[in-house]
């Protein structure tokens, strides 16, 4: 399958600080990529859709000034955690949708291998 | 009603057997089918997509579609205990993002 690459995979920061996170699609252009965060034994929650060249669609819930998302391309997407909290300490996965690889129109979604974010 | 529900587990299957994993869906114009993996601490790993109606065999897993009853489902033939993990199902219906169940834990003993 296609893959994508984040970084970094862990990352430990004080409280009120601001993390960057970096998601790549390596062999193919990801019009779109999605943000989820996911708690300890829970399911995946969709943050937000990111679209190459326009504004985030950000879910229900989700702070769009404490969770900023750029797509400057169609291989690059990040996600910034602005004054983080502890309360933001979570493993962040960033996703993103190959069109081609079924062959037929369909797309196929691919995960990243996850950010660890611990906040003090 | 929930999007996507997953069979409740954890389920456990002894190595070897076949374990049997369910999903339903609520909406009927829902198109693409996804099965992924996620072990404990690492990101989900798509290991079987679907379309249409019938049975889609890849190795050890079957993914199988019936969308007059709005169910999907993935057995694994010969379980190993490196099969042990969690199991999300996940269908693309009229939006365009991807609706993932809960997801159903698998232990498959030595």
């Known amino acids: 399958g296609a893959v994508v690459s984040q970084h970094p995979s862990r990352v430990i920061c004080k409280s009120g600080t601001s993390v960057k996170i970096e998601c790549r699609s390596l062999?193919?252009?990801?019009?779109?990529m999605f943000w989820y965060r996911q708690f300890p034994k829970q399911s995946l929650m969709l943050m937000a859709t990111?679209?190459?060249?326009?504004?985030?669609?950000?879910e229900q819930g989700v702070e769009k000034d404490k969770f900023l998302i750029n797509h400057a391309s169609l291989t690059l997407s990040t996600l910034t955690v602005t004054s983080a909290h502890p309360e933001d300490s979570s493993f962040y996965i960033c996703?993103?949708?190959?069109?081609?690889?079924?062959?037929?129109?369909?797309?196929?979604?691919?995960f990243g291998p996850g950010t660890r974010l611990t906040v003090l | 009603q929930k999007e996507v529900e997953q069979n409740s587990g954890p389920l456990s299957v002894p190595e070897g057997a076949i374990a049997s994993l369910n999903c339903t869906y609520s909406?009927?114009?829902?198109?693409?089918f996804f099965w992924y993996r996620q072990y404990s601490g690492k990101s989900p790993e798509l290991i079987m997509s679907?379309?249409?109606?019938g049975d889609k065999e890849d190795g050890r897993f079957t993914a199988q579609l019936n969308k007059a009853s709005q169910y999907v489902s993935l057995l694994i033939r010969d379980s190993q205990p490196s099969d042990s993990a969690t199991y999300l199902c996940?269908?693309?219906?009229?939006?365009?993002?991807?609706?993932f169940g809960s997801g159903t834990q698998l232990t498959v003993l030595p």
């Open positions: 996703s993103a949708r190959d069109p081609g690889t079924s062959g037929r129109g369909m797309w196929e979604q691919f």
């Open positions: 062999d193919f252009q990801a019009t779109t």
């Open positions: 990111s679209n190459e060249g326009s504004k985030a669609t950000y």
């Open positions: 909406d009927r114009g829902s198109q693409s």
């Open positions: 679907i379309y249409s109606n």
């Open positions: 996940a269908v693309k219906a009229s939006a365009r993002q991807l609706t």
